[in-house]
């Protein structure tokens, strides 16, 4: 099971730390992603990073604003979000998959239930 926290409502400019929790075993040969989904739109990638943390992968549109992060002692997978915009604004899930790190949704089996995150300009 996968439980994504720490959204909340922040203004333009701001940061939040999300997090995700696994729970079960064997979370270290897992591949995490964060997705986001805003209103009326398809869900989208965010970033991915690999089961030994060694390999990361941005969209274009958080790069050098958001830092994903793991701890495999801990099972959990880490979000840090700052200059935070409107447009990212959405439900933000994580999911874990074994396949090759991809920006597919069809690569992550395992998903947890969202937490909002929405910026106020």
């Known amino acids: 099971q996968l439980q994504a926290s720490g959204g909340g409502l922040v203004q333009a400019g701001g940061s939040l730390r999300l997090s995700c929790a696994a729970s079960g075993r064997a979370f270290s040969n897992y591949n995490m992603g964060w997705f986001r989904q805003a209103p009326g739109k398809e869900r989208e990638f965010v970033v991915a990073?690999?089961?030994?943390?060694?390999?990361?992968d941005y969209a274009d549109s958080v790069k050098g604003r958001f830092t994903i992060s793991r701890d495999n002692a801990k099972n959990t997978v880490d979000l840090q979000m700052i200059s935070l915009k409107p447009e990212d604004t959405a439900v933000y899930s994580c999911a874990a998959g074994r396949d090759r790190l991809s920006r597919s949704t069809a690569t992550y089996g395992y998903w947890g239930q969202g937490t909002q995150v929405t910026v106020s300009s």
């Open positions: 990073i690999s089961w030994n943390g060694f390999t990361t």
